[in-house]
């Protein structure tokens, strides 16, 4: 069964710093990909995906990620945080199922963005 | 585009009682929508797929009984919580594949519902 597992509970950067949120899957093949983020009170809203080709995607809001296969990770980047993007960070997998792609996400990292 | 409603936003109930919750797919045609649910400082967990004039597919654990789902339009999924316990009380979303754009493989999902049973 596929895993994904993000080390970082909590993540306290400053305004202007750069951002690296890890992930780590488990997984035989190469699954799908996704970075969630989760405001209070909102739903998830996707960041970005990665299904195959260029290994660094791009998303919305400025982040990155790139798909290393080797390490079997998808983190995700951005060259300089805003107070506007303090939220919960999931990461998650898919996997193609019965026709349809079952999804399994991350225990979320929190960050929090300082002045 | 793409926005994937959820009603109520929030609800407390007695123990006992049966609550519904909705989850509507305003602008898009959704065969295929998933019911989830996150406790506190945990991640979202599958319970159901859904899947529009079928019977759903339950996760493994997750009582069918106690999770009444219904996908009755292409554009409304419900999720029943039958007899509801205190146990139950969660924070259930929602998500939705667009019909359209399958091959995208994406799912939209709802702002949540927090249920808390008394």
């Known amino acids: 069964a596929q895993s994904v597992t993000q080390p970082d509970i909590h993540i306290t950067v400053s305004e202007g710093a750069s951002l690296e949120l890890r992930c780590n899957y488990s997984?035989?093949?190469?699954?799908?990909l996704f970075w969630y983020v989760q405001s209070p009170g909102q739903g998830l809203q996707l960041l970005l995906k990665y299904f195959s080709g260029d290994t660094l995607v791009q998303g919305i809001k400025g982040f990155e990620a790139e798909f290393k296969r080797s390490q079997s990770s998808f983190n995700l980047r951005k060259p300089s945080v805003h107070w506007s993007d303090a939220a919960e960070y999931f990461c998650a997998v898919g996997l193609l199922s019965g026709g349809y792609q079952k999804v399994t996400f991350g225990i979320g990292t929190k960050l929090q963005v300082i002045p | 585009g793409a926005v994937v409603s959820q009603h109520p936003s929030w609800v407390i109930c007695k123990s006992g009682t049966s609550v519904k919750i909705e989850c509507r797919s305003l602008d898009f045609q959704a065969t295929t929508m998933f019911w989830y649910r996150q406790f506190p400082k945990q991640s979202l967990m599958l319970m159901a797929t859904?899947?529009?004039?079928?019977?759903?597919?339950?996760e493994q654990g997750v009582e069918k009984d106690k999770f009444l789902i219904n996908h009755a339009s292409l554009t409304l999924s419900t999720l029943t919580v039958t007899s509801a316990h205190p146990e139950d009380s969660s924070f259930y979303i929602c998500?939705?594949?667009?019909?359209?754009?399958?091959?995208?493989?994406?799912?939209?999902f709802g702002p949540g519902t927090r249920l808390l049973v008394l």
């Open positions: 859904s899947n529009e004039g079928s019977k759903a597919t339950y």
């Open positions: 998500s939705a594949r667009d019909r359209a754009k399958e091959y995208q493989e994406t799912q939209y």
């Open positions: 997984y035989g093949a190469t699954p799908y």
